[in-house]
């Protein structure tokens, strides 16, 4: 799931890899909503927000927002950055330390919000949770060669309308459109569960909620790159 590349991958491995990680990203979303007020996936509504507010002219909330896209990026570009490094050095594991990565971030941000009050926090919290998104979309889009996109909601959404339109042509079009509702569809579908799943248990653990999720993708990670290294 995190070792193999590109058109080596098969749509079965794509489908679970789209599963697990949108759904901790849609639970991580969401609270970090009900802590920030503030969607730390969403960055076409971040950059909504800093245009809006731009124009209304309140500059401290505006680049607030553009911080949170700042920061998506910069984790972005840190994980290609490794991914990038990894591969001229042929590390098959480096998909999987990425991911292990994230989870080292959250389990440390959990850990400290356990002992404190996560609202004492949110400007560190929102910060840290676009970090994380970033760095696990552009893990997910290297691997598959940008078939999965864990937090790019608005781009499967299209790409979902897309594909139903290409289901009613002919029928080399709707072999081709199937596999990829089938990703689009599951990754959605799961981004909301994940979301929904991550407020819910968030009522009930608290901040507990990052040490969960980060143990999770510890639990997919670290037999990945075990096995990446044994072979």
């Not at 920061?71 to 594991?93: D, K, P, V, W």
């Not at 999720?213 to 075990?226: D, K, M, N, Q």
Request: charged fraction near 10%; charge should be neutral.
């Amino acid at each position: 799931m995190l070792i193999k590349v590109g058109d080596a991958r098969t749509s079965n491995i794509d489908l679970v890899l789209a599963g697990l990680l949108s759904s901790i990203a849609g639970a991580l979303n969401a609270v970090g909503f009900l802590i920030a007020g503030t969607f730390t996936a969403n960055m076409t509504g971040n950059i909504s927000a800093f245009a809006d507010h731009i124009a209304n002219g309140a500059l401290t909330i505006a680049f607030s927002f553009l911080g949170l896209v700042a920061a998506f990026i910069c984790g972005a570009g840190m994980a290609a950055l490794a991914i990038q490094a990894g591969e001229r050095r042929q590390l098959r594991s480096i998909y999987a330390l990425v991911i292990s990565a994230e989870a080292v971030v959250l389990l440390l941000v959990g850990t400290e919000l356990a002992m404190t009050s996560a609202t004492e926090h949110e400007t560190f919290l929102v910060i840290v949770l676009s970090f994380v998104m970033g760095l696990q979309n552009a893990a997910t889009t290297m691997i598959s060669r940008a078939r999965v996109r864990t937090t790019h909601v608005s781009g499967m959404a299209t790409d979902i309308g897309i594909e139903f339109a290409a289901l009613l042509g002919g029928e080399a079009s709707r072999q081709e459109a199937t596999p990829k509702l089938r990703l689009h569809s599951l990754t959605l579908a799961c981004f909301a569960f994940g979301g929904f799943c991550g407020a819910l248990l968030f009522q009930i653990v608290g901040s507990w909620l990052f040490i969960i999720a980060a143990l999770s993708l510890l639990f997919i990670a670290v037999p990945e790159a075990v096995r990446a290294h044994r072979s």
